[in-house]
């Protein structure tokens, strides 16, 4: 899958530049700190006990197997929780598709990942898989400090002929995820570099299973995140340089925000939306895509969005060491942690917290459980 990426890519690469200057080492820079030698963090979630962060390493879109990992923030100490040796992490198949009995264990090749809370007080914790079969993982956490666990819980296979990228889930069970392209399609990534739709995104509900919301085509859809309501998702349409406000109830696109480049999301500190941006030519992002194991040191940007009044800003800019093309920013115990794509590392910064929003405040404390 990965060789496919990378030749459609190179469709529209019509001239040569200087490569990158290549980060070496691991050491911090200014207020920036690397925590290395570990696989591809490209999604980041934040666990319920304001210390740790479950990690889900890259598979590469499909050239290799990954692993989900549990990340204290005190002392950067990693713990695989999926797959492991113990026969409990493998649970039943209680959610998702009747069909999906079987876990993917050691086949398992992550890529986005949502951790949210069902209506019964549940953690669930979704995970694109590019592994054996292209699917929705679904897991459920099991909160308790350094003793988190994660056990398998069923799956949602993707709909015929397609590559996913993110997915978020409803309180009420249902999923969205974002199909990028037809994998079948070798000039789909040239396409959508030119405006073309490839993808959309899909709806399942246990009932009704899988159904696309049309209003949602557009070229290349990337990351997804959904408001505390339920109300709304957030599309990243990574080649139409645009974040979409898509409405649940019908699947009408309610509002676009020129945003370039918009990769992953998470919900800020502020309440805000931050959007993980890369601010960097197609010929370098092609460079990072083609040594997976080197950290990429492209140019990238965090943009805070205030969906309540359409207002957005830059709020953290970096590029080079120790690490550059940032896939996700996600806050946690006072600083703010971002993977990539390729690379062995991560890096964290002080929280950049803009406190002068009020909605935003009250949309952050209708997000925490109990409130």
């Not at 069902?118 to 350094?146: C, K, M, S």
């Amino acid at each position: 899958m990965k060789r496919c990426y990378l030749l459609a890519l190179t469709l529209i690469v019509t001239s040569c530049t200087a490569p990158l200057e290549p980060i070496e080492g691991c050491k911090p820079r200014g207020d920036i700190r690397p925590v290395c030698h570990m696989q591809t963090p490209e999604d980041i979630a934040a666990a319920p006990d304001g210390r740790h962060l479950v990690l889900a390493h890259f598979g590469n879109m499909g050239e290799s197997i990954g692993s989900i990992s549990l990340f204290d923030t005190r002392n950067d100490s990693l713990r695989v929780l999926y797959p492991t040796s113990d026969p409990d992490s493998n649970g039943f198949s209680d959610w998702g598709e009747a069909s999906c009995s079987n876990p993917p264990g050691e086949s398992i090749g992550p890529h986005g990942t949502h951790l949210h809370r069902l209506e019964d007080g549940r953690w669930r914790y979704l995970v694109v898989n590019h592994g054996e079969r292209e699917a929705i993982e679904l897991f459920e956490l099991l909160p308790a400090g350094t003793d988190t666990q994660l056990i398998w819980r069923g799956c949602v296979i993707a709909g015929p002929d397609t590559l996913m990228n993110d997915v978020v889930g409803l309180t009420n069970g249902d999923i969205i995820y974002t199909r990028m392209f037809n994998p079948s399609d070798s000039l789909a990534v040239a396409k959508s570099a030119l405006g073309i739709a490839t993808g959309e995104l899909w709806r399942w509900n246990a009932k009704k299973g899988l159904e696309p919301l049309p209003t949602t085509r557009a070229a290349q859809p990337n990351g997804l995140e959904i408001d505390v309501t339920n109300e709304h998702v957030y599309a990243n349409m990574y080649m139409e340089k645009e974040v979409w406000q898509v409405r649940l109830s019908d699947g009408e696109v309610t509002a676009r925000y020129s945003i370039p480049n918009a990769d992953n999301s998470a919900w800020g500190s502020d309440g805000r939306l931050w959007v993980t941006t890369h601010d960097m030519g197609i010929r370098d992002l092609l460079a990072c895509f083609g040594n997976s194991e080197a950290p990429c040191p492209g140019a990238f940007n965090i943009i805070a969005l205030d969906p309540t009044s359409g207002h957005f800003e830059n709020v953290f800019h970096h590029e080079g060491p120790p690490m550059g093309a940032a896939t996700i920013a996600v806050p946690q115990g006072g600083r703010v942690y971002m993977g990539s794509f390729v690379g062995d590392r991560l890096i964290s910064v002080p929280d950049f917290i803009t406190p002068d929003i009020p909605t935003a405040k009250e949309q952050l404390q209708k997000s925490v459980p109990g409130n």
